[in-house]
């Protein structure tokens, strides 16, 4: 293993390490040896959650004037999920191992060197024997002994008390087999050979009704976004709203992975952020303006104009979230990753990953997608509900063209099908049909999906925030020191508040009148315990950006310029100064908000 992969490995363990010590995620049922993939939120872990949730809704939702929020059942009709393609088509390929069954995606199982070890099975005094062949991947560098203590080891974990004792249990007929490199074809953790890959669909089935039979099956939605595509039509007509406008949800979302990994970062129960942003065809934008605006580099991207078509309107929102990002702590560890025409679903014209720097490589924050009607087409057609809206504007508009501008744009619509090298082009019936539609103001609105995971996020500040620097006191000791150097937006706790001794009553009585104060409208720590050192570096470890101090100059000792003043400390420069008690909130509101 390289030094940068150790020193990576590292840096994941004292972070995992620091969640656990502060209180900001936990293993889930740790005592009873824990839950694959699912972790619980602590005291810090809720409140950061809780602020990048606030964070992401009130810049969505309440900062804007064309998008609406909704909160949609985590349980829907399973119809839904056969619609949208998820019951088919959401799969993973995985590979099964032949020593002990457990599973691993395809395109999870690094290169691996080393030897091929065979034996047509195994046995034990117990009387309980393996009769299948067995062969394992002896990694370059390993000890025979070490492999066979280690398939001996797996075989009992698998067989159980059967097996009887782990020493005892014969390895048959032993073989040394080939020497591979670079080979795909065992286990990363067991060694043990891949069966074939097949496909694992990833929702999670339960039962909705009395008898649990086929009949009731469902699932536990995969994702938020089809809640929304289902639910278009009633937003639309109950708030007035006219397209382009976008409708936001917050919730949790379940996936079977086969292989979850890093922490929180790929879970089976995880929150989503989902914006599904509903837009004119292109064509329609065209008809109403005379033109469909082009991207170009540099383009102004601050306010949206009548005349952006799917394009702009994509590149928007990227700006947008990247901007998002910006305002929480992550701009500097930001990449992107645009999606070819090979890599792209049949009906994307266009998706961008948002890329983060974690510990453990660079992986995907967020994906924005162009879906074009994909979806709400999909549930018209299923559900046999019409999911078109009608555009005033756009017929009138339409009302203007000859019949000749008419067939330009049909022609035009007709050359981009047959162009097409991803899906079946449409046939020129129903293109005609389609534009027909169109010209009387009727259409199913295009998507934007600006898609992010909250769990991701929060692994993602907390990765970014955590910092460890060497310490020497005035005896040579050295110590090192973590400071979670957590945006104020987002951090749990905004300010600790600190009485500078705890065994004089006049500082605990105003530092408890000073917490009383900022609790209200922040999330607040009281500390009197331990040195005033200590207390900031708790607090530092904790992420808290502000530590207020409230000492003999507050209660006037040093003469009136200095009473009913505290100490504010900065966690990331460590400046101190001297702020009136009545002047504290007008100072820290803008900071944390």
């Not at 922490?263 to 129960?269: K, M």
């Not at 994307?348 to 974690?358: G, M, N, S, T, W």
Request: proline share 4%.
């Amino acid at each position: 293993m390289s030094t940068d992969a150790k020193n990576a490995i590292a840096q994941m363990e004292k972070i995992v390490s620091l969640c656990k010590r502060r209180g900001f995620i936990f293993q889930s049922s740790e005592i009873y040896g824990g839950c694959g993939g699912v972790w619980d939120y602590g005291p810090l872990g809720a409140e950061l959650k809780r602020n990048l949730r606030n964070v992401w809704w009130n810049t969505m939702t309440r900062e804007r004037e064309d998008v609406l929020g909704l909160d949609a059942s985590i349980l829907m009709n399973p119809a839904i999920w056969k619609a949208s393609g998820h019951v088919d088509t959401f799969a993973d390929l995985m590979r099964e191992c032949s020593l002990t069954n457990k599973r691993v995606r395809a395109d999870h199982v690094e290169q691996q060197e080393g030897v091929v070890m065979n034996y047509s099975g195994a046995q034990s005094p117990t009387g309980w024997k393996l009769s299948r062949p067995i062969a394992v991947l002896m990694k370059k560098g390993e000890h025979i002994e070490s492999l066979r203590k280690r398939v001996r080891t797996l075989i009992a974990s698998n067989a159980g008390e059967a097996a009887g004792k782990v020493e005892e249990i014969e390895l048959l007929d032993e073989a040394k087999g080939d020497t591979l490199e670079k080979t795909i074809d065992f286990h990363p953790e067991t060694g043990g050979a891949l069966g074939e890959a097949r496909p694992f669909n990833l929702m999670l089935k339960t039962y909705l009704g009395p008898t649990a039979t086929e009949a009731d099956v469902t699932y536990l939605r995969p994702e938020t976004a089809q809640a929304i595509f289902a639910q278009f039509k009633n937003v639309y007509d109950s708030s007035r709203m006219k397209v382009p406008f976008g409708i936001g949800q917050i919730g949790k979302a379940f996936r079977n992975e086969v292989t979850p990994k890093n922490f929180t970062f790929r879970s089976r129960e995880f929150e989503q952020m989902e914006l599904e942003f509903f837009i004119k065809p292109d064509e329609a934008v065209e008809i109403i303006s005379g033109e469909v605006m082009a991207w170009s580099e540099g383009a102004d991207l601050s306010e949206p104009k009548p005349n952006w078509g799917w394009q702009m309107w994509h590149r928007y929102w990227v700006d947008q979230r990247t901007k998002f990002y910006e305002g929480i702590g992550l701009g500097d560890v930001l990449e992107y990753y645009w999606q070819t025409p090979e890599d792209l679903a049949h009906y994307a014209r266009a998706c961008v990953d948002i890329l983060c720097e974690f510990p453990f490589g660079t992986e995907e924050l967020e994906g924005i997608a162009a879906r074009g009607d994909f979806d709400l087409a999909a549930h018209q057609s299923a559900s046999t509900k019409s999911q078109e809206i009608f555009d005033e504007e756009l017929k009138n508009a339409a009302a203007k063209l000859s019949d000749e501008q008419k067939e330009a744009f049909i022609q035009k619509r007709l050359a981009a099908e047959a162009a097409k090298t991803k899906g079946q082009p449409m046939p020129e019936a129903a293109v005609r049909a389609w534009f027909e539609r169109l010209f009387k103001g009727n259409y199913v609105p295009h998507v934007i999906e600006p898609s992010a995971g909250l769990d991701r996020m929060a692994l993602a500040v907390i990765a970014k925030a955590f910092s460890e620097t060497e310490k020497v006191d005035d005896k040579g000791k050295k110590e090192i020191i973590t400071v979670l150097r957590l945006h104020p937006r987002v951090a749990p706790i905004k300010v600790g508040v600190f009485p500078l001794l705890k065994n004089k009553p006049e500082l605990v009585a105003k530092a408890r009148e000073v917490y009383a104060l900022l609790k209200k409208h922040m999330n607040c720590f009281y500390d009197e315990t331990a040195s005033i050192g200590r207390r900031y570096a708790r607090q530092d470890e904790a992420g808290t950006p502000f530590g207020i101090t409230i000492d003999f100059e507050t209660c006037g000792e040093k003469g009136p310029e200095l009473q009913d003043t505290v100490t504010l400390r900065h966690r990331d420069s460590n400046e101190q100064e001297r702020v009136k008690i009545s002047d504290l909130l007008g100072k820290l509101l803008p900071l944390v908000s």
